[in-house]
């Protein structure tokens, strides 16, 4: 295997003409922290941003910040915290649930859309990405949006490269919005709920007027053996107070709830985040997303057919971690006969290599969508060397 690591957009633009010249498919690494997600491909190449490291932009009174794209993801958050700001979005680490090593990158963030439990209430990684610098398929570079939020005619590249997955492109930078961090984080918890009434509970705290940042339900067996139904509010100390004593009012037909704050609290919402309770097992891992009412009808669905499948909600209810045996198609047709009807999707985020290779790791597309990305992707990659196949066969 041949790792490109340049230091350079420059040199980063040769290397991409070079093997366009060949034809020889191409594999794009940041931290190497998901190499084990999307389809399996066949490759001898691979072009790092291992050398592309650097925060070129920081501007806390504008709430912005740019760094190349091979930066580690922990230093722009330590950056960041030195000034009692943060990325909105609360990015996810797969290392515990892939099983993986290496460092995020922040590049490897926008191109992943990596999201995690303030998406519900702050956006994902796309709604704060407002630049990039991209190689296309041609070893141009490309630059997209710039460092304030604006209205945007035509294209939209940002939003289009981001959740991409390196396969329209090599990002060399990328510029997002940032937010202050709150005085104080604090968790609700009620425990012992059943699944409906839990994401009912969840779906009126977040119509609330209380505003909860986020919102997750763990089944019993996940974590803890009861059930819990967990909240958390973000703000100054009197509001948390204050919001707090509210939403146990209002949901006191449930019981009390238990307030926790601190190294509970944070590490609660990591394994919530980084879907850790299903780490080192071998179980396949499955993100489905649908509407929030519509969880406990698909999770119920899919029990029937597999019955040892466990999973857990956040966003309110409207994503779901499951995990299944990695036996056969790891439960896929089960999975996707249950949600179809809900109007949901699914991805395939952890499986053996000879099951994402025979099954569609992300949700299928029809056949019109299919032809927009195909022609999304020649207009990005003519030659088809970035990730070929990665996302959906053929692409």
Partial sequence: MTIHTPTTEAQACAVVASIVATGIPLSIRGGGTRSGLGRPIQVVSTLSSAGLTGITLYEPAEMVIAARAGTPLSLVQETLAERGQMLPFEPMDHRPLLGTTGEPTIGAVAAGNISGPRRINAGAARDSLIGIRLINGRGEAIKSGGRVMKNVTGLDLVKLVAGSHGTLGFLTEVTFRVLPKPERIATLTWQGLADDAAIALLSAALGSPFEPMAAAHLPAGIGAEHARTVLRLENFSDSIDYRGKALAELFSRNGQPQQSEGSASEALWAEIRDASFFAGTQEAVWRLSLAPGNGPRATAAIARAVPQARWFYDWGGGLVWLAVPAEGDAGAAAI?????????????????????????????????????????????DPAGIFEPGRMYAGI
């Fill in 336 to 380: 996707r006969a249950a949600i179809r009807p809900l109007g949901g999707h699914a991805t395939l985020v952890r499986a053996p290599d000879a099951v994402r290779a025979a099954v569609p790791v992300f949700e299928p597309l029809s056949e019109p969508l299919m032809r927009v990305s195909a022609g999304i992707k020649q207009s990005f």
